[in-house]
């Protein structure tokens, strides 16, 4: 089954308004998840570190302030897309890994941007 | 700056035949290689990994090798079937734990035909 939950699976929101997609770690504690977009038929894209209990590290490139990120437990992290554009349409998808260094994904959130 | 390169970019098997994907890395930090399998829609799905202390990992119809010397390795899927048809990463990281950040190829999608 899955051990990495996310949702909304899919999301449609106005230009210039705000969606938060939540990642949850199911069978265990993840003090670190990883938030990548990916855009049709390429592959995925890391846009931050996500740690609990301390901010975010961000890739190069990737505007904190309209990607914000929270990870308030060791079990969910959540991504924000502020003031989103028609451009920030994609795929969003968060991993974290087990104590044993196996990574999960989530199933995937798509953003589309009207 | 690419640092896992993969390819073919895309494949295309005969149902049964042997399907051969390749990546090579330029970080000889990296101790961590996965095969992520994504249909579309998706999130990655974790189909295979290994270690650099081994040459030759098995997991029923899929075998990865490893040239830790040539920095290389590769997915084999024995017996392709329809099924299989999918886009397949592979990835490469440094250390194992819950903080591994991967580095993705750029994917080959694979098309098994009967």
């Known amino acids: 089954g899955a051990v990495v939950s996310q949702h909304p699976s899919w999301v449609i929101c106005k230009s210039g308004t705000s969606v938060k997609i939540e990642c949850r770690s199911l069978?265990?504690?993840?003090?670190?998840m990883f938030w990548y977009r990916q855009f049709p038929k390429q592959s995925l894209m890391l846009m931050a570190t996500?740690?609990?209990?301390?901010?975010?590290?961000?890739e190069q490139g990737v505007e904190k302030d309209k990607f914000l990120i929270n990870h308030a437990s060791l079990t969910l992290s959540t991504l924000t897309v502020t003031s989103a554009h028609p451009e920030d349409s994609s795929f969003y998808i968060c991993?974290?890994?087990?104590?044993?260094?196996?990574?999960?994904f989530g199933e995937g959130s798509w953003l589309t941007v009207v | 700056q690419q640092q896992v390169k993969q390819s073919p970019q895309s494949l295309i098997v005969q149902k049964g035949g042997i399907s051969i994907i390749n990546c090579a890395y330029e970080n000889t930090a990296f101790d961590y290689f996965p095969w992520y399998q994504q249909f579309p829609g998706k999130g990655p799905a974790l189909l295979i990994a290994i270690r650099p202390d081994v040459s030759e990992k098995k997991e029923g119809r899929f075998t990865i090798s490893f040239n830790k010397s040539a920095k290389q390795f590769s997915l084999h899927i024995m017996d392709s079937q329809p099924g299989d048809s999918a886009t397949y990463f592979c990835?490469?990281?440094?250390?194992?734990?819950?903080?591994?950040?991967?580095?993705f190829g750029t994917g080959t999608r694979l098309q098994v035909t009967l």
């Open positions: 996500s740690n609990e209990g301390s901010k975010a590290t961000y």
């Open positions: 991993s974290t890994g087990q104590g044993t260094g196996t990574i999960y």
């Open positions: 990835a490469a990281s440094k250390g194992a734990g819950t903080a591994s950040k991967l580095t």
């Open positions: 069978d265990f504690q993840a003090t670190t």
